[in-house]
């Protein structure tokens, strides 16, 4: 009896001790981390909402029944397997975020986006970036600071644009023709016109999962970038702005990575942040290129160049 005793008195310590290392573990936060067991690439998708475009419901696969939520999550997936989401004409975004806060390390580039850019085939997107400064693991509005590249530095980009698409008739989305008046759209700039079904891509351009007639927009707007040298259908380009955008150099190119000091407010003033712990990509031209029909950012991932090159 005396045995039996003693042996349950050691249990009941050696459970105690066990559930208090792991309330202590769970209090603690992941600052403790050897920063090796963070992951370099993005872990979760906090917003979806592309706009209209050639790849839209394909990129990731619209199936029926999807809602604003599965269509997040598989957005998510996509960025965590580095597959390719797009975002569709100007203003289409995704909202996501990492494990840990990149560090902006002075001096350095600190993160790299990753699209499917290659040569003359740049389609630029605007870069937010956010440091969750409250740490309410949330980033609030106040928190959002634009990555400001080449072409803002130049006096080339026009904020506070605005677009609205209107959702086509059901008979022309289902079409298998092209379509030269397929999405009307309109900007705050005195704009308007139609957007293109082409004869590549047959589904709805329109995203199937939102319920409202319109999709609006609003960001900075950058310069076009196609050229078409010989006028033919292949001398299309989309030319690379200098630095600083998504989708705008290939993945391994110096030209995809991003320094957090180029961060500014909305008086283009620099801002000074230590680190962040979300990003915003938004396509940033209104542009048709031909046969390459509208330009779209995509993005497949973001990686913190500081935990690579650890790694
Ligand atoms: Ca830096
Ligand atoms: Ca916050
Ligand atoms: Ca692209």
Redesign the pocket.
């Known amino acids: 009896m005396k045995r039996v005793k003693r042996n349950s008195g050691i249990a009941l310590l050696v459970s105690i001790a066990f559930s208090t290392t792991i309330s202590c573990s769970s209090d603690n936060t992941i600052e403790e981390k050897d920063p090796k067991e963070y992951k370099s690439n993005v872990t979760k998708v906090l917003e979806y909402a592309p706009a209209f475009g050639q790849f839209v419901n394909k990129l990731p696969l619209y199936e029926e029944g999807d809602t604003v939520e599965s269509m997040r999550i598989k957005a998510e997936k996509a960025l965590q397997n580095n597959t390719v989401i797009t975002l569709g004409g100007f203003g289409g975004y995704v909202v996501f975020g990492f494990d840990h806060t990149i560090a902006n390390v002075p001096g350095k580039r600190d993160f790299r986006i990753l699209g499917n850019a290659f040569a003359n085939n740049a389609e630029p997107g605007v870069i937010l970036v ?1 440091y ?9 509005v106040d ?1 959002w600071f634009e990555i400001a590249g080449s072409e803002h530095e130049k006096g080339r980009v026009k904020a506070k644009y605005k677009i609205v698409y209107y959702k086509p008739a059901k008979a022309l989305d289902d079409s298998q023709e092209e379509i030269e008046q397929y999405i009307r759209w309109e900007d705050n700039l005195g704009n308007n016109g139609w957007k293109k079904k082409n004869k590549f891509h047959h589904q709805s351009y329109y995203p199937q999962w939102v319920k409202t007639e319109v999709l609006r927009f609003e960001g900075t707007l950058l310069p076009t970038n196609a050229i078409n040298e010989d006028e033919t259908e292949s001398g299309w380009q989309l030319k690379p702005f200098a630095w600083g955008y998504a989708d705008n150099y290939p993945n391994r190119q110096e030209g995809s990575t991003i320094d957090i000091d180029w961060a500014v407010d909305q008086n283009g003033n620099k801002v000074n942040l230590p680190g962040i712990d979300f990003i915003k990509v938004y396509t940033g031209l209104n542009q048709e290129a031909g046969w390459l029909g509208e330009t779209s950012t995509e993005v497949g991932g973001a990686i913190d160049l500081h935990i690579e090159n650890k790694n």
Not at 133 to 140: L, Y
């Open positions: 956010a969750d400064a409250n740490k309410n693991g949330i980033p609030d928190e």
